[in-house]
């Protein structure tokens, strides 16, 4: 469902009063349970250790305890009272020495007793904040804080962990650095000062809902994925095989695909459940999962590309996927967790998509955007101002050479490809990194060639197929050109000041719409 309705008001910006949160010497200590909350595992393995043989002993219906285990008793309880002081004096140890600081426009975490690590990551290139809150941290009322930053490969900075209202409060203040609103108090740190006058707590900023994907929806994209459809095949065709040869061997084949698939349907599910979107004034925030949960914040502006996707399963009910570039998502050590943090809408429909590319391309620079989306979604030939594949080339794509093309408008360039599986890449000119043109020698025939646009690593890779070779060589001329004029406009790396000029005070935007269509 999507909302209507004026948008939050933006605080007003503090031109000249860029107060540092906290005074250098500002260091706070993370929760004094964290180090137990990371580390329960080590606690679980030292009791496994100790207590095997009894639980296999009591499995086997012998008794619990042997003979001859009151004399080594006290050596053992003995040994386990050393590992375990052992194990909780390094984590009390490991809580001491890590520290975190946000001062002089950066935030600084330090941690390590034999080997000291330092980290810190620049507020104003901050690309997104993350509150993570696995199952045992929930219980315990505890949150994780991860920082992307546009350089890193990895999470610059993560706070494990931290009261959530801190955790809450932390990232508003984090965020308001960010965007280039008002800077107020750091959690713990004391109150900063404006102007020689105390500032109140930093607080999350209001939100408004945009939309929420049901479960059931959710769940019927998972029966009806590519991975569902292989399944089948492979079971109809186990099914065969072995009736014609008579040799049931051919069903445990299934079993490694069967376990695989229910591994992978439990994850998405699992990470998708409960799935929300809302914006606020200091980006997009998105959260989702139903054992282990997680809210993201993407500020508009550090989003690097886009892509929307639909198989041919989907196309029926009308449903839709999206995910984005950010810088520092696509290099995540974690390949589940860096595709789950990637995904802006899992499933939805086209008022729904349509209401996430209001929150990311705030200035759309047409004045018909939701034709221009939708003809770049389900058009084909010249819908909405796209420029395809020229018609002698149809042989290189017979069933895609009338959808696969593209369209700029003044803000970003629209890619669309596909006949049965269909994308649409929306790439925004300023962040554009580098274009290639590319032609082998079969497209040399037709005389047809690839523009590749780079940018961020991620799920998203932006390729333009078989425009004719006019066409793209202007196409890359013209994009060199719009990307360089785009980023000569961004003079800040705080993107409210990058939206708002172009968006308004961000009041009164709504989703794209469609003529004719009813919102509400």
Known sequence: MTADGPLPA???????????????????RVHPASPFVRGWF??????????????????QGQPVFEEGLGRRAPWLLGGGAAVLVVAVLGFVLTWYFTKYQVSGGYVRVTSGLLFRQHRQARLDRVQAIDIVQPLLARIFGLAELKFEVADA??????????????????????????????????????AASVDGQPAPPASEAPELAVLAVPPSRLLGSLLLSEQSFFVVVGGAASVVLSAVT??????????????????GYWNFFN???NFTAAVSPDGIRLRYGLLDTQAQTLPPGRIQAVKVAQSPLWRP?????????????????????????????????????????????PDPGTDQPAAVFAAGLNGRDSDGGFITTPRRAWLLAPFAWRRNGFAATDTALLIRSGRWWRELVLVPHQRTQSLALQQGPVARRFRVADLVLHTTAGPVAPRLAQAGLDEARQLFNDQSARARLARKRQTTEQWLQQVAPAAGPMTTRTPYRQEGQQHG
């Open 317 to 361: 009910f009308g449903w839709y996927r999206m995910q984005v570039n950010v810088a520092g998502y696509g290099q995540s050590g974690n390949a589940v967790e860096g595709n789950t943090r990637t995904v802006l809408l899992p499933v939805g429909k086209l008022p729904d998509v349509l209401a996430m590319l209001s929150l990311v391309l």
């Open 10 to 28: 933006m605080p007003p910006a503090a031109a000249g009063r860029d107060t540092v949160a906290a005074s250098d010497d500002g260091w706070q």
């Open 153 to 190: 490969g990895e999470s610059a900075v993560r706070l494990a962990y931290l009261r959530i209202d801190d955790a809450r409060q932390l990232r508003a203040t984090i965020l308001a650095r960010a965007s280039g609103a008002a800077i107020v108090a750091v959690p713990g740190a004391g």
């Open 246 to 263: 008579d040799n049931r061997a051919f069903y445990f084949y299934l079993v490694p695909a069967v376990l695989g698939l229910a591994a």
């Open 42 to 59: 080590a606690l679980a393995a030292i009791a496994f250790f100790f207590g095997r043989d009894i639980f296999e002993r009591a499995l």
């Open 271 to 273: 990470r998708g459940y």
